[in-house]
């Protein structure tokens, strides 16, 4: 009875936990990755240097295509190529609010290490 019950926690673990976890990493790997893409594209929309790094690029790249793909597939009703610039735009924006507050951040800094 006791092997059996084994069983049954092995075949419940295998059957529901693990499906379950791998859904959840693929979600966190698919949402780095389209972060990454999303933000690369928006530093190439703006013009000029990016004083953020390469962390903030994909986490604000992430928030873009979040939210731009609320606009444009929830608000605005488009198609898939208007959701994906519409992701672009608001990642762009969201870049140059994140550049300028950094480059503001690096200026302070330098202007208090002068004599």
Known sequence: MSG??????????????VPIV???LW????AALIGAIIG???RLVIPGR???G????????????LIGSL????????GTFLTILCEIGVAAVLVAIASSTAGNAVAHRNNTLRW
């Open 4 to 17: 059996m019950l084994v069983l049954i926690a092995v075949l419940v673990v295998l059957v529901i936990v």
């Open 22 to 24: 791998g859904w959840a």
């Open 27 to 30: 979600i966190i790997i698919s």
């Open 50 to 52: 990016q004083e953020i």
């Open 40 to 42: 690369g594209l928006a």
């Open 54 to 65: 390469f962390l903030s690029t994909i986490v604000i790249g992430w928030i873009g295509s």
């Open 71 to 78: 606009l444009g597939r929830h608000l605005f009703h488009v």
